[in-house]
């Protein structure tokens, strides 16, 4: 195991790894690191966690793998599904890659992780997902029960990193483990500043998963990236994030899905537009309808009220070193029926990880007090974080 790390992070003679001697340039994704990567998988029957992010260059990295000739026993799909079609929140399917005839395996319908069936007959699981390094995106927590599956099982994970575009800065309430859910499943912020291959160490590192000790985990880190590279995804990680504006504000905007806020859902532009039809706005307004991507968006049909963020520059984004609460706030100040602003299903608390942001927000605390009561948890989570970096900060 310990050698298989060593490779993997390509140490030099003099213990400096590749990384810290590449400043420049365009980072290189652990996919693209063939070399390193690719005895490992020899004569091995391999198992992909893989959607359309997971390239090499153009290229899928299922048909790259199996142009070499590399056997791949099967694919497991997350949400948005393998070639990243589903809507947010529906179901995927078990079925078959037309292009190559692997069976395809769901793990965003009737179950959430690999079972022991799903694994039997795999020498090793190799995970390339990318991530936009916030925690409510469920693809972490995909990776975390595929850490323990593959620990129970006894097959080793070999995780291909990518960077995190808002791997920049770390920010936001840690997650009170009694919401736990899919998209809470570990008790990260909001932001947590990772990488998926430096989140997979922590978990392993600081034992949140069971059987940690059993998990044969290697990472095939990046080169030329440190944590204020800014970096523009070339696919887009889902339906609904199409460009780097919707990433980059997404951390912040999404805690809208647990409102009666339409967040441009069913426009050419969602997570850079908040609206709703009762909001006092004459100057901007926007009406939601089904696309490929939100097939029935919140408020369809509706005219809503509300801002425009698409104005908002990159470069701007970018040097954001915390979450945006301004919207939230100004939100909920001006939306005339404050009781339902929130929604009854406790959706707002599940994003949030914690029950007192919404209390915080009714109770009309300003921004600075709210950072307040969670900034000591954050920074215990920043020196832990630290233990685990691959990148430069």
């Known amino acids: 195991m310990a050698l298989c790390l060593l490779l993997a992070f390509g140490l030099h003679a003099e213990g400096l790894p590749a990384y810290a001697k590449a400043s420049a340039g365009k980072p290189v994704v ?4 063939l070399g390193i990567y690719l005895p490992l998988l020899k004569d091995k029957q391999i198992g992909l966690v893989v959607n359309p992010s997971s390239r090499i260059g153009t290229t899928h990295l299922v048909d790259s793998l199996s142009s ?3 056997c791949i026993l099967r694919i497991f799909a997350l949400e948005h599904g393998f070639r990243g079609q589903e809507e947010a929140g529906e179901k995927v399917a078990d079925s078959q890659d037309t ?10 319908g009737r179950k959430k992780r690999p079972s022991s069936e799903d ?40 995780v291909l990193d990518r960077p995190n575009p808002n791997g920049h800065y770390v920010d936001g309430p840690i997650l009170d483990m009694r919401l736990e859910s899919f998209i809470g499943a570990l008790p990260l912020p909001i932001v947590h500043g990772c990488t998926v291959g430096e989140l997979a160490l922590l978990i392993k590192g600081e034992y949140w998963m069971k059987d940690a000790g059993k ?3 290697t990472v095939i880190p990046c080169t030329a990236y440190g944590h204020k590279t800014a970096y523009s995804l070339p696919v887009r990680p889902s339906p609904n994030l199409p ?14 899905e647990g409102t009666s806020i339409s967040l441009g859902r069913g426009t050419d532009t969602p997570f850079q537009l908040l609206g709703h039809p009762d909001m006092p706005c004459d100057t901007f307004w926007f009406v939601p309808r089904p696309t490929q991507a939100a097939k029935n968006p919140p408020l369809q049909g509706l005219t809503c009220w509300g801002a425009n963020l698409r104005h908002i520059p990159i470069a701007c984004l970018r040097a954001r070193t915390q979450l945006d609460l301004y919207w939230l706030l100004e939100f909920y100040r001006a939306f005339p029926d404050k009781s339902a602003f929130f929604l009854p299903n406790g959706f707002f608390e599940l994003l949030a990880g914690t029950y007192s942001l919404r209390k915080q927000i009714e109770a009309g605390k300003s921004e600075a007090e709210i950072r307040a009561t969670w900034q000591e948890d954050l920074d215990f989570f920043k020196e832990i974080r630290l233990k685990y970096l691959l990148y430069p900060e």
């Open 30 to 33: 652990g996919a693209e690191r």
């Open 68 to 70: 070499l000739g590399v």
């Open 99 to 108: 292009r190559t005839g692997i069976p395809i395996l769901s793990l965003y």
């Open 119 to 158: 694994l039997a007959g795999l020498d090793v699981v190799v995970f390339d997902i990318q991530d936009v390094g916030a925690r409510f995106f469920t693809y972490i927590s995909s990776l975390y029960y595929i850490m323990e599956a593959c620990a129970e099982n006894g097959v080793p994970l070999i």
């Open 215 to 217: 998990l044969d985990l």
């Open 243 to 256: 460009d780097d504006r919707s990433i980059l504000l997404y951390p912040s905007i999404c805690l809208f």
